[in-house]
T-cell receptor, first 110, second 112 residues
């Protein structure tokens, strides 16, 4: 079945840039989602990549390489409010099920 | 306001006592889904529904039931809850499988 890997935790400083990586199995790829989840809250959608390349949305960008089974979320000009978990998700090949990574908990320090 | 609502938000119950967690969306979305979230395991899909009367199992369906009699509602039923179903549950909806999901606020369930 599909397997997604993300780092468990990352720490960065306010104002810096951080890159959160996500790797997945490439067979039957149907697009990759990134969600943000603050502690005790529901996940909220950040980005969707289905083609190779970089998608930019303000301070957040997401990159996809389908041949490498690799994506990253880039957060620029980090703010304290960016402290949250970042979840990577793909659709399980040949199904309508979603598979989420275990999430990367980002701590932004002053 | 476009939203997904869940009730109750918090529930403490005992083993074996049947319960239902309701989920409703007002966005006319086709796809609805239930997830549980546990520390270290992330979000795992329990059941999903592509449309009214069309449901299918996710990765962790054991011990749960769902129904989709109306487009807006997708209740999660635990016929005989057990302590290993203690978790944070999220309902989500999306226009269809290709779009991002909108999540409800979550239901924290404790089974003793």
């Amino acid at each position: 079945g599909q397997n997604i890997d993300q780092p468990t935790e990352m720490t960065a400083t306010e104002g810096a840039i951080v890159q959160i990586n996500c790797t997945y199995q490439t067979s039957g790829f149907n697009g990759l989602f990134w969600y943000q989840q603050h502690a005790g809250e529901a996940p909220t959608f950040l980005s969707y990549n289905v083609l190779d390349g970089l998608e930019e949305k303000g301070r957040f960008s997401s990159f996809l390489s389908r041949s490498k089974g690799y994506s990253y979320l880039l957060l620029k000009e980090l703010q304290m409010k960016d402290s949250a978990s970042y979840l990577c998700a793909v659709r399980s090949p040949g199904t309508y099920k979603y598979i989420f990574g275990t999430g990367t908990r980002l701590k932004v320090l002053a | 306001e476009a939203q997904v609502t869940q009730n109750p938000r918090y529930l403490i119950t005992v083993t074996g006592k049947k319960l239902t967690v309701t989920c409703s969306q007002n966005m006319n979305h086709e796809y609805m889904s239930w997830y549980r979230q546990d520390p270290g395991l992330g979000l795992r899909q329990i059941y999903y529904s592509m449309n009214v009367e069309v449901t299918d199992k996710g990765d962790v369906p054991e011990g749960y039931k769902v129904s989709r009699k109306e487009k807006r509602n997708f209740p999660l039923i635990l016929e005989s809850p057990s302590p290993n179903q203690t978790s944070l549950y999220f309902c989500a909806s999306s226009p269809d499988i290709l779009y991002e999901q909108y999540f409800g606020p979550g239901t924290r369930l404790t089974v003793t």
